[in-house]
């Protein structure tokens, strides 16, 4: 029997290789320093450190998406506390052997892609290049710097029983997953930093430095300071986060296709201030989405022209476009004869036994050992999923088999591996799972480098054999041992000659601009939203005062006219309640709250962690249940409190983390306009509809716009409509008033790249010039009657809507959309 | 025979396109039934850049872009080519379809091997054996390859309509055998996928119709197919106008479809509504003077 000491009850199943234990019970030796240490925790002491483990997750914001889940974009990242640790000689042979293979898909790539000798030589059938969607014609011939289509390789390695290391898969088109693995190596160290730090665990920096060193070197111009980009799909993907991540991580700008441009066969990146030329794009896209005019033509994700500026060796793509050609399961069946002609050498790490069923010595083998194997197509469509014989009838498995012989060039099949187990935590005790480890390798120096550890992943049951976070899945740290107590490293690049001083961070494309812009105005226009509701809520539970309900009228017709509620409402006290707690509802603070996340989320990479951290846990507050009737008022209260001191952190955070650069003066222009907006409406709907003011709601409206100490401190108690209208409007003193968002405002624009470089004042600054005399010139005394009043502000805000949308026209103009040519 | 070409395609749009990347096979390739003469290039306005390279195939290509703000792009190509006429060579004297089907399982010589690559599916071509049922009326056993071929180009020239309003450029092929209607590039589609579908290597071939009153297809771009016979090489059917072209047909390009050899294709930025016309016109080049003193 084989068990791990109490309080762990772990009890591996019998038929797999144990990670921990030996048949005979004893712990492997390189597992001892951690068992140890979590038996020294005790249950107790471990779920605490993992609680630690989970709010790190959480304040990281490390997530995933998960395709065609409608409920959310991202959900956070399943780590289990327990790492995997690998022996470092064990782990010595896995790493030569994934290089090996790095270099083996590598050296088939270049073959498929050049002289094409395998497929002239019968060493490769033409059924697994000819009709292989990865095989792109275009890039027939295209030669690639140092002859390197694999910067980055990764391979999923499982054990089978008798102990041996199997490849299960290769990824070669975009592999995901490393920094993921950075990640869970950044929480898992910090939930167990003790005994990280005794057993000497080997760091994974050097791996990323390495990395970077590879990408930098591919750079044909500009060096020593390349403009290196990390091109993604966009927020929807499964990875979007790791994307992000990799691009501050390693100091790259994170693009979308739209981001891009090619002229005169250079790649230029689409900034405020103008093209930017692009050396270096690693690509986290599929290659058949990255140029709609030469590869897939339905994918507007990509950049016309891109395949030609790479034809012309003025843009370095990592990895080569056409590399996810090698992917497939099929040809790794012919890889240690492959290996043996193009690397001289013996393949160290067997593939799972793969019998491409277009020759009929395979195909009659699969026929009748189906009910042992996994069947593929060759080249999976999206959706395909493998088909396993042991949960096949037998009428079913006739079925395949007749599929099968109708097309077998078409179908490949592979052992069914029964892989090895490793404790995961849950519900207190320690359960066994199955295990696939994915290895990366980086094209290094000349040959591949791997990383010390890698992206751990165990399947959600013991019964069940894929592991797939996408599916249930949970991932572990990789704990490769051996290490010797490193040097230090940095990951600001090595460069042959120092570099001039620079003012400048990131390069700031425009659509990145235009979401700071709005994340700005969002930001404002909810917490206009919530300081009406609070001044409205204590004012409701007020015994008839007259002065307090005529303080509700404000409130009430603002947010009428805003729509978040029902004209008809007699009752206030219910529909209030309902924009705070009803957050499926539109225009509920609870949906403005997502909306900013959303808005923030694809900005991952310019938003400081401390901030991100802020805006989750708003969100998390909104998502909370209510509290029960009598207590919800009160609640409420607290919660809008509370949710205006978020929100300055937020913005307070967000604007002081921010250099003082384009994106920032973005994000200031949004919060400004939309709080000069929220001003006027409010003074629109308080003051100038009401031909009679009463004293109730001037202090509603003092309140609402946080200017009440201001006021009293100059006034006392004297409530006068003319001195409220000076104090919000035209005293340059008051951070509240138009006129001082007017001035921060016209500032912004002068500096501006349309300002900067003209002589005369573009339109949009000629506009706020007047608008900012207007007010400066404006007479409070004629304003303070409603007739004058009302056109003032209508005329500010007509200026206003038409200040942003110059604003749009000028600066974010990339949502043009495209069109396709095609002409007989 | 000396045919010129002169093909124009126009795009107008309702707003301007800021920048506009195109790709271009307009050249007609040299081959053994052909010489390439002259020919002639005229883009407006002036492209920023323009690069020419052969493709994949072998195939002459102009890539090029506009990056100054236009609203109409005009592309005219004007070429000469010297057709040597052969008559189409007789199709009872090849290897019988079976045979051939073997061979390419075979792929025992750099011909087969090189033409296996059009036995496979591609983009714009499904395979499937509804089209090997369609096909297995002309492909009889025993059948020699090019009559086969030739029955079944009669077949589809007698059993389809050709029809403008009916299809797309990008129609599938099974949608072509359902309704059997179409233009010339669905017709050589459905050719492809009946012989790739029993095995055999079939491409598409991009070119123009000499004009004429008889001539299917002549006012825009023309397509028609090649059949691959070891040993032989690679023999050209038209079904849309049930010859095997011969004096009357100028080849542009070769592809496994259309999706490989489009005439024009391109991605343009803005540009709001478009509107494209095409016009194509291919006349006999009286011989010179002096040939005839010769």
Known sequence: MKTLDSPWRYQPEEGFYDEVLQPSGAIRPHWRGLTESILTLGEGGFRERWKEGQRLIHDHGITYNVYGDPQSTDRPWPLDPVPLVMDPAEWRSIEAAV????????????????????????????????????????CQGIAVPGGTFLHLYSADIARAPNGNWWVLADRTQAPSGAGYALENRLVCSRVLPDVFKNSNVRRLAGFFQAYRQTLTALAAHQRDNPRIVLLTPGPYNETYFEHAFLARYLGFTLVEGGDLTVRDNHVYLKTLGGLLPVDVIVRRQDAGFC??????????????????????????????????????????????????????????????????????????????QLHNLVVKPVFPRPGDQPIFGARLTEVERRQLVSKMRAEPGKWVA????????????????????????????????????????????????????????????GSKDTWVLGGKAEEQLTLLPPTSRRLPVSRATFDLPSRVADNLFWLGRYLERVEAMVRVIRSMLPRLTQESDATQASGLHAGARLLQHQGYIKPTSPHLEAPLLALLYDGARRGSLGHSIHLIHSVVWPMRDRISADAWRILTRLDQQFAAEPPPEPLRLSAALDLLNQTVITLAAFSGLTLESMTRGEGWRFLDIGRRLERSLQMIELLQHALAADPVVNRG???????????????????????????????????????????????????????????????RRPA????????????????????????????????????????????????????????????? | MLLRATHTTTYRYSEPVSICHTEVHLAPRPSSRQRLLEHELVIRPEPANLDERLDYFGNPVTFFCLSEPHDTLTI?????????????????????????????????????LAACEFTFESPLIQLGPEFAAYAAKSFTPGRPLLEAAFDLSHRIFTGFTYDQRATTVTTPVREVLKTKQGVCQDFAHFFIACLRS??????????????????????????????????????????????????????????????????VK????GGGEQTISVAVEVVPVPPPAHAETD
């Open chain 1, 291 to 368: 140029d709609p005019l030469e590869l897939r033509p339905e994918s507007m994700l990509g950049i016309p022209g891109l395949v030609q500026a790479v034809r012309c060796g003025n843009v370095a793509i990592a990895n080569a476009l056409g590399s996810g050609m090698v992917e497939s399961a099929a040809p790794s069946a012919f890889y240690p004869s492959l290996c043996r002609q193009l690397l001289g050498e013996e393949l160290k790490m067997p593939t799972v036994a793969t019998w491409w069923c277009g020759q009929e010595g395979p195909l009659s083998y699969v026929a009748s």
């Open chain 1, 414 to 473: 592979q052992e069914q591996v029964a892989l090895s187990t490793v404790p995961v935590w849950e519900d207190g005790q320690l359960a066994p799972r199955h295990v696939v480890v994915r290895v990366y390798a980086v094209a290094h120096e000349g040959g591949y480098k791997v990383m010390p550890g890698g992206l751990t992943r165990v399947t959600p049951s013991l019964d069940n054999l894929v592991v797939s976070v996408q599916r249930g899945g």
């Open chain 2, 266 to 269: 391109g991605v343009a930025l």
């Open chain 1, 697 to 759: 709601e001037l202090e509603a409206v003092l309140e609402i716009a946080d200017s009440t100490l201001t006021y009293r401190a100059r006034y006392q108690t004297s409530m006068q409509t003319d001195l409220v209208l000076d104090l919000l409007l035209i005293d340059e003193a008051n951070p509240r008033a138009l006129v001082f968002q007017l001035a921060r405002l016209s500032e912004h624009l002068e500096q501006l790249p349309e300002s900067r470089s003209r002589t």
């Open chain 1, 99 to 138: 290089a090996q293979r790095a270099r083996l898909l590598n050296s088939i790539l270049a073959d498929a892609y050049g002289p094409q000798r395998l497929l002239k030589n019968r060493l490769l059938p033409a059924e697994l290049l000819y009709p292989n969607p990865g095989f792109l014609r275009p």
């Open chain 2, 198 to 263: 029993l095995g055999l290597p079939a491409r598409y071939v991009s070119g123009y119709l000499r004009s004429g009153p008889n001539s299917i297809g002549a006012e825009a771009s023309h397509a028609w197919v090649a059949v691959f016979s070891p040993g032989y090489g690679w023999f050209d059917f038209d079904p849309t106008n049930d010859v095997m072209p011969a004096a009357d047909h100028v080849t542009v390009a070769w592809g496994r479809d259309y999706s490989d050899v489009t005439p």
């Open chain 2, 76 to 112: 005219t190509s004007h070429s000469v080519v010297a057709l040597d006429g052969q008559a189409p060579p007789l199709t009872g004297i090849s290897p019988p379809w079976q045979e051939v089907c073997d061979q390419l399982r075979r792929r025992d010589n750099p011909d087969t």
């Open chain 1, 764 to 824: 949009e600054a000629r506009l706020l010039l007047r608008l900012l005399t207007n007010v400066q010139l404006a007479d409070v005394s004629d304003l303070a009657a409603p007739e004058s009043l009302q056109p003032f502000l209508q005329r500010a805000a007509a200026d206003l809507r038409q200040l942003s949308e110059l604003l749009t026209r000028t600066y974010f103009n990339h949502a043009v959309t495209s069109h396709r040519l095609s002409a007989p």
